[in-house]
């Protein structure tokens, strides 16, 4: 057994390079000593936005994680790290896209419709494919959050709205 040291025990988790938060986190799913909703501020800090660097950084690391820990860290991210988060996984799988787009909205949220946008466009970001066959996962699904059907369909206009301008104008930037 590899005996712990000082600074894992008494250094705070912002002092900690990325890749020690990272095995913080990481050690915190296995042992199972927080609930997801205590872990969320600690996703927060480990994404805390430093500008493309910080993307391809968090990138290499989550490399190195096992899907279920990936998945484990999605549930436990607030829906405002998600968009974030899921653009840094390598290889998303229909299980993380799903985990992704069924986020609950906070209830104080003025603006849902943007959050859940940026979610979707994340996940679509990755692969449209990727998108269509989670939200048909989730369509089929007993437990769907009561605003995804309307929220996809929105998105999905948006979509092809956004196919439709760049046909007409080829050199706009959307």
Same mark, same amino acid.
């Given at each position: 057994?590899?005996? $712990?040291?000082?600074?894992?025990? %008494?250094?705070?988790?912002?002092?900690?390079?990325?890749?020690?938060? #990272? $095995?913080?986190?990481?050690?915190?799913? $296995?042992?199972?000593? #927080?609930?997801?909703?205590?872990?969320?501020?600690?996703?927060?800090?480990?994404?805390?936005?430093?500008?493309?660097?910080? &993307?391809?950084? &968090?990138?290499?690391?989550?490399?190195?994680?096992?899907?279920?820990?990936?998945?484990?860290?999605?549930?436990?991210?607030?829906? %405002? +790290?998600?968009?974030?988060?899921?653009?840094?996984?390598?290889?998303?799988?229909?299980?993380?896209?799903?985990?992704?787009?069924? *986020?609950?909205?906070?209830?104080?949220?003025?603006?849902?419709?943007?959050?859940? +946008?940026?979610?979707?466009?994340?996940? %679509?970001?990755? /692969?449209?494919?990727?998108?269509?066959?989670?939200?048909?996962?989730?369509?089929? /699904?007993? +437990?769907?959050?009561?605003?995804?059907?309307?929220? %996809?369909?929105?998105? =999905?206009?948006? =979509?092809? +709205?956004? *196919?439709?301008?760049?046909? #007409?104008?080829?050199?706009?930037?959307?």
């Amino acid at each position: 057994m590899e005996k $712990r040291k000082w600074y894992e025990k %008494y250094l705070p988790f912002v002092a900690r390079s990325p890749e020690m938060q #990272l $095995r913080w986190l990481e050690s915190a799913f $296995r042992k199972g000593v #927080l609930a997801p909703h205590e872990i969320t501020p600690y996703i927060k800090l480990f994404m805390a936005p430093d500008g493309e660097a910080n &993307v391809a950084r &968090v990138r290499g690391l989550l490399h190195l994680l096992s899907g279920g820990l990936i998945e484990k860290l999605l549930e436990a991210a607030d829906i %405002y +790290d998600v968009p974030d988060l899921f653009r840094c996984i390598a290889e998303p799988t229909v299980v993380q896209a799903v985990i992704a787009i069924t *986020k609950t909205i906070p209830p104080y949220e003025k603006t849902p419709q943007l959050v859940i +946008d940026k979610v979707f466009q994340a996940v %679509y970001d990755c /692969s449209e494919e990727l998108l269509a066959r989670a939200a048909a996962k989730v369509a089929g /699904s007993a +437990d769907k959050p009561a605003h995804f059907q309307e929220a %996809y369909e929105r998105f =999905k206009e948006i =979509k092809e +709205d956004e *196919k439709l301008l760049s046909a #007409l104008y080829p050199k706009a930037i959307l």
